[in-house]
């Protein structure tokens, strides 16, 4: 025998010597939930051990966050339903809960990059991602409303605005109004493959988001499709994305490599509220090992080519890495 595979896993030293993947807390994004109140935090149902916090105390995870090494939060509002309409108009409020809560974290922990979701679905009655007519989610109306709620993320201090909304042509119109009030260094984190996905349920939840009629097939991607997700994110690169997505993460290892070997940006990938709850579920019953499946789900992620994850996940694995 020539080449003894098992030299090179004989033990921890060696093996550490030749990864090829090394996950940092700095590879994370962490997703963040925000409501409105004081000294508020509201677990989750369908996501245990994660919750919705107030601003007060959404700065004190957001300090925990970056002493571990996290250098990212995604940022994402609870409505409450009296401000919903079809048209957006909280979404734009100067005054809104996400307007504040980047004004506080920026003011809290200057060095976090702050990342907005900019969708209309929280701020929906009908809990779609843009504007509704008969059945019909129009795409140019909502991309007017989605570049006048980019700008107000910017001018509240957001470093990264992410569209989630998977309308066309969102990031060029994004780009161009950002340019013309002078946002020349805000960027743009697209959502470019973002599937029409059953993973994304418990999000719902926390946001009391979930679509009222149909569901979002007519604008996120076909779980079926592969080549359109090339499409789709060039699409994002030409009209000025800094940074594409693949979402979810774990069933679709597939599309972040066949980004990674077409396109030159960085690639992130959302490990999405369904996968948090599937391991959740699995390590209370006592059928997984809780702590080793984060570590290898979000390994598997970086190798597939990953460069950011947005993982619920991002505080457990910081401190599982310091
Ligand atoms: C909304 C949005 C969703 C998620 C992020 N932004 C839900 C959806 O598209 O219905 C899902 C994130 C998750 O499941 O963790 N535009």
Excluded at 50 to 70: A, C, M, P, Q
Excluded at 112 to 118: A, C, E, K
Aim: with cysteine.
């Amino acid at each position: 025998m020539i080449r003894r595979n098992r030299i090179l896993r004989a033990n921890p030293a060696i093996r550490a010597m030749v990864a090829e993947t090394i996950l940092r807390p700095s590879d994370f994004i962490a997703p963040l939930f925000i409501v409105e109140g004081n000294n508020v935090k509201e677990e989750i149902i369908s996501m245990p051990g994660y919750f919705r916090y107030s601003l007060d105390l959404i700065v004190t995870e957001v300090k925990e966050l970056w002493s571990l090494g996290v250098k990212s939060v995604l940022l994402f509002v609870m409505v409450p339903d009296n401000l919903k309409d079809n048209k957006g108009t909280e979404a734009v409020n100067p005054d809104g809960l996400m307007q504040r809560s980047i004004k506080a974290i920026k003011a809290a922990v200057p060095g976090m990059v702050v990342m907005t979701d900019v969708a209309l679905d929280p701020y929906s009655i009908h809990g779609h991602d843009g504007i509704v007519e008969g059945e019909q989610i129009v795409n140019d109306a909502t991309v007017e409303v989605l570049t006048r709620m980019s700008l107000s993320h910017a001018q509240a201090g957001a470093d990264f605005v992410a569209p989630s909304d998977m309308m066309d042509g969102r990031i060029l119109a994004i780009r161009n109004i950002l340019e013309e009030n002078g946002f020349v260094n805000t960027g743009i984190m697209a959502y470019s493959a973002k599937y029409a996905s059953c993973f994304y349920g418990p999000f719902r939840d926390a946001l009391d988001s979930a679509p009222g009629f149909g569901d979002k097939k007519t604008y996120q991607m076909d779980y079926a499709n592969s080549t359109e997700a090339i499409l789709e994110t060039q699409q994002d690169i030409e009209q000025g994305a800094d940074i594409v997505m693949v979402k979810p993460a774990l069933a679709y290892l597939d599309i972040i490599r066949l980004l990674k070997d077409n396109v030159h940006v960085p690639i992130s990938a959302y490990h999405v509220s369904g996968e948090y709850a599937m391991i959740k579920a699995a390590a209370q019953k006592g059928w997984l090992d809780e702590n080793k499946t984060i570590l290898e789900t979000l390994t598997s992620i970086k190798r597939a080519g990953a460069s950011l994850i947005a993982t619920y996940f991002a505080k457990d694995a910081a401190k599982l890495l310091q």
